[in-house]
């Protein structure tokens, strides 16, 4: 009648699955496995079986249990699994499990978590863990391991949000996931639950349903028990158990109690639930001491210490010790500590057999014994949802404090199932109203709408001396009226939020950073902003600017599109980006970007490229994926304007990490960046294709304009100068008639506009439009707009072109990092003066620009001066691509980062990408270099040291 036995009756086929997956594991073949079938049929001991396997290989186990009380416990399943590892290894060994895109998972597993900025920051942090575990990016044999979840439907959500992102990589990974998921449960998330046996359908995984056992087995197990029985016994005990093995052993052990051969009509009309019944009187028949203690054990859970379920059962440490004894000798209770039922169905029979309040005011004592011994307001949390509500403060204080917790580690859900059981205990009155506005925060965190209601209620609980609160309160339902598509109702909170503050109230800043993120952007709000704007804008000119980073970066950006000096502008974009600032403003990734979007737009690109770099080092240290790609997207503006066509576009494919990952999704501003970049490259399809992908944004935002702006300029290549000068013209009455801007720096429509003009003949026109864009670049005094604006006067200019002002433009273009921007000029400069006859004052000119535009890859350009070099009767020959410029933009960034000496494994992580798509990028880097390994790599790039 032993259970291990039983329990792997009819299991041979799973049995050899799962030995199957450790041992593929071992190999360096991942996989992910799901045991499914209803409790009892045997999960738990083939998880066991698992394990045995994966030890004798000398793999590590590292196992977690999912725990209906629990289920509020954010990650509680997911840490369970790390927690014994980390606590082992010595310093070193832990800094490298949580290095660069498994960092976040650092916080998880201290006593401080930090909100992150995505709910599934932490799991995929826990994802990168698991692989550093194995050491699937280092040199030598991967060390595999077998990750095992019991009861996963009882695993808090985010914890089955990580198993699911865990299974949809196994592939990449040496480790076998194996989780065990009981039938007829309700699950934390069943759409994570529903995904995971999705996971299992790929070539590494599998879906094992454990069907119950045939005739045949329980007839086996009925023989073990009774020698030479009656057939109709057995069939009596299979239709009694319905096959389920646990219950076939727990009913042929309770026949067995009764010492003789029982009759098959006396089993016959039994059903599963009385078997468990059975269970309970064999309880009954225990000294008292071992009911109390099996109630206790029952009510704190599976896993309990002795001592916590003897203080619960009101015994001493001796009596305690000698009814576990008893429980254990009676196959209640598996022997030793802690303390477990030898089964879930039997500690659920026990528990259910408790009368309602006593269970209430069990689960009470619980909490107190958990928050007594340290184990934080999340367990202690689990029992007071289990009990009636009475009132108590003490309860609503835990409660809250747990659903704080639970927020921060990014299950939101959660953490609103434990505020909805704070305010129905209920709270005081004095703090009903703050914990509503807590509820209506997790709510629309995690994306329940009926967070505004919740939200409105609580506000106008509040009493009239919480400001403080209201005003948060109010902050928050701007943000939820905003999201929900309601910028008015937004911008209404907001400025109510902001009339409660005085002027030198020290949240004040940040409040109106919130409400000028929403209202700004949105054109029928902006002039009502702009009256909040003003004033603070005209203290930052008199030399006193907002001390808060958030509100500081506004501030950069709308000085530099009024026109600002960067004198005055530089200075702010300074301070806002310094080291103090750098986590504030990372914290919000739009304040960071409009820093980031001003130093270009004054010229300042040399000061945006640092300050980007230096994001995206921290993203990497912190493993944000998502602020590593914002970093990447304004890095690969600034290459633009630095003509560094390649970094732009390795820039923009690492901005593309978050949206691969499901995070975000493409939008104007992207578009708008690639298709610049791919025109200057030459690939009119790909900007095209970069136009019509893009995600639909609204007719009257400013990404609009900008999109307009890059449709003329593809018109003007594609010879339709009619349509170009439409689009051009519409994109600057977009902005400056909406958006009030008017800056060459961000949207340069006249130049695009006076050169479609001079293609159609309207010289008058070409001329007024190309002196309006020389007058304002002159005003706004960014060298690169000048040059630019110098080279449109020259081109357009009557009788004819303008080498004076030609030359002028080469001249204030090779003075600054805007290196296409030069070509252009050198080129039409040559092109002009060849045109007077001046061919060979034409040549030198038309040369340097070809060699420019075909190191930056700019082949349009490259293609019109060497025509214009052959029309001076010159041969220039085209360059093969080979060696360095042959790279892609993705091999040209593994490369220079291995030349700066990084190991794969940190370029790996450095991208966000797997070992092993460095190593093909670097393998295909070395054959068009022709080289064969990285030493040789400072030769091949002959200087170069950018990453």
């Known amino acids: 009648m032993d259970d291990g036995p039983s329990m792997l009756l009819e299991r041979d086929r799973e049995v050899a699955i799962l030995n199957a997956v450790v041992d593929a594991a071992a190999r360096g073949d991942g996989s992910a496995t799901v045991l499914r079938g209803a409790p009892g049929t045997g999960k738990t001991r083939l998880l066991e079986v698992a394990a045995e396997r994966a030890r004798a290989a000398g793999m590590p186990v590292l196992a977690g249990h999912g725990r209906e009380l629990e289920r509020q416990i954010a990650l509680g399943v997911a840490a369970d699994l790390f927690a014994a590892l980390l606590a082992a290894a010595d310093p070193d060994e832990r800094r490298r499990l949580l290095s660069g895109p498994a960092a976040p998972a650092a916080a998880l597993l201290t006593d401080t978590p930090t909100e992150s900025a995505h709910p599934d920051a932490l799991p995929l942090g826990l994802c990168w863990l698991a692989a550093h575990l194995t050491g699937w990016d280092t040199p030598g044999a991967p060390r595999s391991a077998l990750f095992m979840v019991d009861d996963a439907q009882w695993a808090d959500a985010a914890s089955q949000r990580f198993l699911t992102m865990l299974a949809d990589r196994v592939d990449r990974l040496p480790l076998a996931l194996v989780v065990a998921l009981r039938d007829g449960e309700d699950s934390s998330d069943a759409t994570a639950s529903q995904r995971l046996m999705t996971a299992t359908a790929g070539p590494r995984g599998r879906l094992l349903t454990l069907a119950p056992l045939t005739a045949e087995a329980v007839g086996r197990l009925v023989t073990a028990a009774f020698p030479g029985p009656d057939p109709a016994l057995a069939e009596a005990v299979g239709h009694a158990s319905g096959g389920n093995p646990f219950l076939v052993t727990e009913l042929l052990r309770s026949l067995r109690a009764d010492g003789v051969i029982p009759a098959a009509d006396a089993v016959a009309g039994l059903v599963p639930e009385t078997v468990l019944h059975s269970v309970l009187a064999r309880l009954g028949q225990l000294p008292a001491d071992a009911a109390r203690l099996a109630t206790a054990v029952a009510v704190l859970g599976d896993g309990t210490p002795l001592r916590r379920a003897a203080a619960l059962a009101e015994l001493d440490p001796a009596a305690a010790e000698r009814a576990a004894d008893t429980l254990a000798a009676a196959r209640l209770l598996l022997p030793g500590s802690p303390l477990r039922f030898i089964h879930p169905l039997v500690g659920a029979a026990v528990y259910a057999d408790q009368p309602a309040f006593a269970r209430s005011r069990a689960h009470r004592r619980a909490a107190d014994l958990l928050t007594a011994d340290g184990e934080g307001a999340e367990k202690a949390a ?136 929403i209202t700004m952007f949105h054109a029928p709000l902006r002039r009502e902003a702009s009256t909040w704007l003003r004033p603070v804008l005209d203290d930052a000119r008199r030399g006193r600017p907002p001390t808060r980073p958030r509100l500081l970066a506004q501030v950069v950006l709308w000085l530099a599109l009024a026109g600002e000096p960067a004198s005055l502008v530089r200075p702010l974009a300074d301070r806002a980006l310094a080291a103090d600032a750098l986590a504030d403003l990372a914290e919000q990734g739009a304040s960071l970007g409009l820093v980031l979007h001003a130093l270009v737009i004054i010229g300042e690109v040399t000061a945006a490229e640092n300050a980007a770099t230096a994001a995206m080092a921290a993203a990497r240290h912190s493993g944000d994926i998502l602020a590593y790609g914002y970093g990447s997207y304004h890095r690969a503006l600034v290459h633009l304007n630095q003509g560094a066509l390649t970094e732009a576009l390795a820039d923009l494919e690492a901005a593309r990490i978050p949206h691969e990952a499901g995070w975000t999704a493409a939008s104007g501003w992207n578009a708008w ?30 990404e609009a304009g900008l999109v307009r702006h890059v449709r003329a300029q593809l018109a003007l290549s594609d010879g339709r100068p009619a349509a170009a000068l439409e689009e051009a013209r519409a994109a600057g009455r977009h902005l400056g008639e909406i958006y009030d801007i008017d800056h060459p720096g961000l949207l340069p429509w006249r130049t695009t506009a006076a050169l479609a003009a001079h293609h159609l003949g309207d010289h008058r026109l070409a001329g007024e439009l190309a002196g309006q864009a020389l007058e304002r670049a002159r005003a706004v005094g960014v060298r690169r707009d000048v040059g630019v604006a110098l080279r449109v006067a020259g081109l357009v200019a009557r009788p004819g072109p303008d080498i004076a002002l030609l030359a002028e433009a080469v001249r204030t273009l090779e003075r600054i990092p805007a290196a296409i921007e030069h070509a252009h000029a050198l080129v039409d400069l040559g092109t002009m003066l060849r045109q007077a006859g001046r061919r060979t004052a034409g040549a030198q000119p038309l040369r340097a620009g070809l060699a420019i535009a075909e190191a930056r890859h700019a082949r349009p350009l490259a293609d019109r001066a060497r025509a214009e070099l052959r029309s001076l009767g010159l041969r220039p020959r085209r360059v093969a691509v080979r060696g360095v410029d042959a790279l892609t933009p993705a091999e040209h960034r593994v490369a220079l980062l291995a030349l700066h000496g990084q190991s794969n494994r940190q370029i790996a992580q450095s991208l966000f990408i797997t070992t092993k798509t460095v190593e093909t990028h670097l393998a295909r880097a070395y054959r068009k270099l022709a080289i064969s390994n990285r030493h040789e790599l400072n030769v091949a790039f002959a200087g170069s040291t950018d990453p």
């Open 673 to 702: 960046l690639l298709a610049r970049v791919l025109m200057a490259y030459g690939d009119r399809t790909g900007a095209e294709e970069a136009l019509r992908t893009a995600d639909r944004y609204p007719a009257d935002s400013m």
């Open 382 to 517: 689990g029992h007071l949802l289990a009990m009636e509500p009475e009132g108590d403060p003490d309860v609503v204080g835990v409660l809250r404090e747990a659903a704080a917790r639970t927020l921060r580690r990014g299950d939101p859900g959660a953490a609103a199932r434990l505020l909805e059981r704070a305010v129905a205990e209920p709270p005081p009155p004095r703090l009903r109203g703050e914990l509503l506005i807590e509820l209506a925060r997790a709510k629309l965190i995690a994306g329940d709408l009926a967070g505004h209601t919740i939200l409105t209620d609580g506000i106008e609980l509040l009493d009239e001396d919480a400001v403080q609160v209201r005003v948060r309160a109010l902050g928050l339902l701007a943000k939820a009226r905003h999201g929900s598509g309601d910028p008015a109702g937004a911008a209404a909170a907001g400025e109510e939020a902001l009339r409660l503050l005085d002027p030198d109230d020290p949240g004040r800043q940040d409040l109106l950073a919130d409400y000028l993120a």
